[in-house]
């Protein structure tokens, strides 16, 4: 028995002209839900974990505060506070919450949440100092970052 | 000649979607999700004189938490946080019946404590369990669960009135007390 047709002669191809279209929607989503990281992690980072866990709704409102050992040594061994692009000393902290509220619109100023992205083992002097500094820029709404239970 | 004019030429997609993957690839490597999750607390106002404001001793659950991460609950010492959550609601909803714990769950006032050596993970521990404390409570007072209850979804109006039943009256009072100088 033969199954030969004339089918089997012609190529059938899948119409790839519909790829790019796909594939640019899945960039527009990476473009427009992330953020670029401008430099490497340069602090090392194990965030606590913990159950009740909130969801900050406008996140147009929040800035980040990184703290934990530096992952490069020449940079010290000992914990230090970071922004997403440098370190930035403790006495710095005040007036750098200060600068981050002028980028905001004048109506939310006050509802700026700073969300502190700190290594489980750091001690809590360091993270008073923070909130201390925070408290004197009166940006009190704070966010501990922590991975779900 | 004659066949120029019968075909479409058509360009090659094929390729576009290479230049797409390469794109996407490019923005995959190099951003970061932001991570907007975690445990909300709104720091108290910065006060030049430090005027004590009188508490009345009963209504105030203190936890202290050394810098060799014990922790001191009430005065015990406590080798673990097993029983923190059901010390801290029966604190809270106490109503004045007992004499040691608080007058009323709008007065009482729950005070972490932390020493300058304390390890952050096992200040986010405790912290987590006062809310889980408060979140039980406000779940028990609606019928819900912890989990399900934090799970509401506000935007919806009815659940938005379950979420504001649970939470009426007990306002979620955690002081994270001043350090020490």
């Known amino acids: 028995m033969k199954f030969k047709s004339k089918k089997t002669n012609k190529e059938v191809e899948i119409s790839t002209a519909s790829l790019p279209d796909i594939v640019f929607l899945l960039l527009f989503f990476f473009m427009v839900s992330a953020t670029i990281r401008p430099k490497e992690e340069m602090l090392e980072m194990k965030v606590p974990q913990a159950e009740t866990i909130a969801k900050v709704e406008r996140r147009e409102l929040i800035r980040e505060l990184n703290v934990g050992v530096p992952r490069n040594p020449a940079y010290g061994s000992e914990p230090r506070v970071s922004t997403i692009t440098s370190f930035l000393d403790i006495e710095d902290v005040a007036q750098w919450a200060l600068g981050e509220k002028e980028t905001l619109p004048e109506a939310l100023k006050d509802q700026m949440i700073v969300l502190i992205k700190a290594d489980e083992r750091v001690n809590m002097g360091l993270i008073n100092d923070i909130q201390q500094e925070l408290r004197k820029s009166n940006t009190r709404k704070v966010v501990y970052r922590t991975l779900e239970k | ?181």
């Open chain 2, 1 to 181: 000649m004659q066949s120029r004019h019968l075909k479409v030429e058509s360009v090659n997609a094929g390729s576009m979607a290479d230049i797409a993957f390469l794109l996407l690839i490019f923005f995959l490597v190099s951003t970061t999700i932001l991570q907007e999750k975690g445990l909300m607390m709104q720091l108290p106002p910065k006060v030049e004189d430090r005027s004590v404001t009188p508490v009345n001793e009963r209504n105030l659950f203190k936890i202290l938490v050394n810098s060799q991460n014990q922790f001191l609950v009430q005065g015990e010492v406590k080798p673990d946080l097993t029983g923190l959550r059901k010390d801290v609601k029966a604190f809270v909803l106490n109503e004045g019946k007992d004499p040691n714990l608080s007058t009323s769950p709008r007065k009482a006032v729950v005070s972490l404590k932390t020493n300058r050596g304390t390890e952050y993970g096992y200040f986010i521990e405790v912290l987590d369990e006062l809310k889980s404390a408060y979140y039980e409570i406000y779940g028990e007072r609606v019928g819900l669960t912890a989990a399900e209850y934090r799970h509401l979804d506000l935007k919806n109006r009815t659940e938005l009135q379950i979420y504001e039943k649970g939470k009426a009256g007990i306002p979620m009072n955690i002081s994270i007390a001043e350090p020490d100088k």
